[in-house]
């Protein structure tokens, strides 16, 4: 097939067949394990594209870091993890590892660019692009995201993507973004991921400029249950905003972007780390925080839905953090009475007063407005 024939098949994803597609995945995709060296030492082990394209991507991405507008990210991480932390998670990883070896019947896939045909560009980012692409064996529907490791090593944060990779290997939620595997060649990383058709929540809510009730309750739904399967596997998520959060195929919210999130046994970080409109008070007073950094997030990220903007915003940071650490913030005239009640209970300066996501699910503006629909499984059985 010429890429140009491949470009327009991938343009039309959302038909109904390659939407039933997109439910069934190859076993393939799943039989892998982390390997930690790969993360320290940056060694090849699959020849992929020439140099030449890889140079031109690279620069393309280097031009993008610079072009496009994004809300300010902060974090006092100096790009490595605590030795404790680091030995222990490679020790997990290297358990884990032998483990799924010693019990699988499969052989290890190795996958290279050759497998897929690229389509359209879905994103860009700090690091890389996000591009559409098709399994050339099975026609199975997903999302590579190319990251550049020459950006990754010069900014220092080889230990996010080793850490999200570890994280997102474990998680399985209906409103996380799958990852289903990963390979690399001497100068790129590629995530296989999950797609998902309806892109970024940001630039829906810019296009809308507010939400109703029905579909930010929906969004709370979801968004609170997904928290709530991170946080009993002791995942911290740390940067929730619409900018790390995409659309399924039935607009079901996908929570994505795992880089600045933690595998915390006891739920206590101290990084100073996440976006400023989104900060919790306790992160900008650089006290131990926990998992209810994510609940503040959950209150943020409703208000901005029902608003158009984020409560606390400001026309300089310092201001916006003097906002935060004083809960200072007021309602549009639009917004209802049943979400002013829950946003309030949320937005608490107090961790442990803050109202939890299994409450935030059941309170009666949620309860009554939400439609949440769980997307389709795909059973095995079926032809």
């Not at 930010?216 to 959060?245: F, G, Q, W």
Request: proline share 5%.
């Amino acid at each position: 097939m010429t890429s140009g024939n491949s470009k327009t098949v991938l343009k039309n994803v959302c038909d109904n067949k390659l939407a039933r597609l997109h439910c069934k995945m190859p076993q393939d995709f799943f039989t892998f394990s982390l390997c930690s060296s790969f993360f320290l030492h940056w060694k090849p082990s699959i020849a992929c594209c020439d140099s030449q394209s890889s140079a031109q991507e690279e620069t393309m991405a280097r031009s993008a870091v610079q072009q496009t507008p994004v809300r300010k990210q902060l974090n006092n991480d100096k790009g490595r993890l605590e030795p404790k932390e680091e030995n222990a998670s490679q020790e997990n990883a290297s358990q884990a590892n032998a483990k799924r070896d010693s019990g699988s019947l499969l052989p290890r896939k190795m996958w290279g660019t050759s497998d897929f045909e690229f389509g359209k560009p879905l994103g860009k980012g700090r690091f890389g692009a996000v591009y559409l692409a098709r399994e050339k064996k099975t026609h199975f529907i997903l999302a590579l995201k190319v990251i550049f490791k020459s950006l990754l090593e010069k900014s220092q944060l080889e230990h996010q993507l080793r850490r999200e990779i570890e994280i997102l290997s474990h998680l399985r939620h209906p409103n996380i973004l799958r990852m289903y595997n990963y390979f690399h060649d001497q100068t790129r990383v590629f995530l296989m991921l999950e797609y998902a058709p309806g892109g970024e929540l940001y630039k829906e809510l810019q296009k809308k400029t507010h939400f109703d009730d029905i579909r930010t309750a929906t969004y709370m739904e979801e968004i609170s249950d997904a928290l709530m399967y991170c946080h009993a596997l002791k995942v911290i998520h740390r940067d929730i905003k619409p900018e790390n959060l995409l659309l399924g195929l039935r607009g079901e919210l996908k929570l994505a972007d795992f880089g600045w999130s933690v595998h915390a046994p006891s739920l206590r970080r101290t990084t100073f780390c996440g976006t400023a409109d989104y900060l919790a008070p306790e992160m900008i007073e650089g006290s131990p925080h926990s998992e209810n950094v994510d609940v503040w997030c959950v209150g943020v990220l409703c208000y901005e839905c029902l608003a158009g903007y984020a409560p606390f915003e400001a026309p300089t940071q310092m201001e916006t953090f003097r906002r935060i650490k004083d809960v200072n913030f007021s309602f549009p005239s639009w917004v209802s009475d049943g979400a002013k009640d829950l946003i309030s209970k949320v937005l608490n300066r107090t961790p442990s007063l803050r109202l939890p996501l299994k409450e935030i699910i059941a309170h009666p503006w949620v309860k009554t407005n939400s439609r949440r629909i769980l997307p389709p499984v795909y059973n095995e059985t079926e032809e």
